[in-house]
């Protein structure tokens, strides 16, 4: 039987930032309770894993940010990144904080100097 039929959720292809705790990723695929993404960081099957998505576009000007708790459930090579397949046990929604973004945006602005 092949994995697609195993699956009780719909898969959706899209690519998204991962950050990982000493690595970065990118999404192939997604679904309410798992992700595969594509990273240099090896895994172990089983293995905890704390990661969060970066959803650039959900809200315009700041981007929300996914963090997900779940377990490695499967590792492929795939040339010269691995594959990561990870089921999501627990996740929470987290906005940028718009506040200190702005607060830096003048700070980088004041030190400018215009031309007349």
Known sequence: MKDYENRRTIRHRATFPVELESAKGITRDFSSSGIFFETDKSFTPGQAIEFTIVLE???????????????????????????????????????????????????TSRKVKKCH
């Open 57 to 107: 576009y959900v809200d315009p000007g700041r981007p929300v940010y996914l963090k997900c708790r779940g377990a490695i459930m499967r590792v492929e090579e795939k040339g010269h990144k691995l594959g990561i397949a990870t089921n999501i046990k627990s996740y929470v929604f987290e906005k940028s904080n718009a506040t200190a973004a702005k607060r830096a945006v003048k700070k």
